[in-house]
């Protein structure tokens, strides 16, 4: 099972980002994928989930409105678009896959730093 995060970076107050995780070695499209963020210093938080399907979506309340949760079933990838981006964004980003028979996987993580 690998999954691989890409498009972190450094980016000014206000700019965007879209972060992707390319997955293998598990049936993506029944799986349920989330992005979480862990700042220094702070515990790991959930910021975005998508259902299977890709027909429902959640976000933590610190980022509705900016960031959206997409995937392709056919390229097994979840994206994150990360727009007026803050500097409290600055945090490791982190992919996560629940199976279709809860099992968890987790990517290496990217960096995003927002900083003028």
């Known amino acids: 099972v690998q999954l691989v995060e890409s498009g972190g970076g450094l980016v000014q107050p206000g700019g965007s980002l879209r972060l992707s995780c390319a997955t293998s070695g598990f049936t993506f499209s029944t799986a349920v994928m989330k992005w979480y963020r862990q700042a220094p210093g702070k515990e790991r938080e959930l910021v975005a989930t998508?259902?299977?399907?890709?027909?429902?979506?959640n976000y933590a309340d610190s980022v509705k409105g900016r960031f959206t949760i997409s995937r392709d079933n056919v390229k097994s990838t979840v994206y994150l678009q990360m727009n007026s981006l803050k500097p409290e964004d600055t945090a490791v980003y982190y992919c996560?896959?629940?199976?279709?028979?809860?099992?968890?996987?987790w990517g290496q993580g990217t960096q995003v730093t927002v900083s003028s």
């Open positions: 996560n896959a629940i199976s279709f028979f809860n099992r968890d996987y």
């Open positions: 998508i259902s299977s399907g890709g027909g429902s979506t």
